[in-house]
Nanobody
Framework: QVQIVESGGGLVQPGGSLRLSCAVSAGRTFGSIVAYITAWYRQAPGKEREFVAHLSIGGSGIDYADSVKGRFTISRDIGKKAVFLQMNNLQPEDTAMYYC???????????WGQGTQVTVSS
């Protein structure tokens, strides 16, 4: 069974920073997270879940939503089976529940965490 747990959310003032973490707990059949697409999504109240950032299988490809380019950085620790999202210069519009997504090609398999809340407010 695969468990995805996010942490690191909280309340921060505009212009502040947070670092989100995503820990993957899985049996031996899961293998390395290098074999998966690792991504972050977010969902604000009343809005659809939206893409934030992802690392491709193998890690050679990185993509960000236009709204976070230059402010957010996705990374991962292969040995610890962890994925991170460094968020700088946070703005009120970044307020949302942030979700970690670990998935294979064509979303098979497709694992999600329960989310961590980020609130940006003065």
């Amino acid at each position: 069974q695969v468990q995805i747990v996010e942490s690191g959310g909280g309340l921060v003032q505009p212009g502040g920073s947070l670092r989100l973490s995503c820990a993957v707990s899985a049996g031996r059949t899961f293998g390395s997270i290098v074999a998966y697409i690792t991504a972050w999504y977010r969902q604000a109240p009343g809005k659809e879940r939206e893409f934030v950032a992802h690392l491709s299988i193998g890690g050679s490809g990185i993509d960000y939503a236009d709204s976070v380019k230059g402010r957010f950085t996705i990374s991962r620790d292969i040995g610890k089976k962890a994925v991170f999202l460094q968020m700088n210069n946070l703005q009120p519009e970044d307020t949302a529940m942030y979700y970690c997504n670990i998935r294979g090609p064509h979303r098979r398999p497709d694992y999600w965490g329960q989310g961590t809340q980020v609130t940006v407010s003065s």
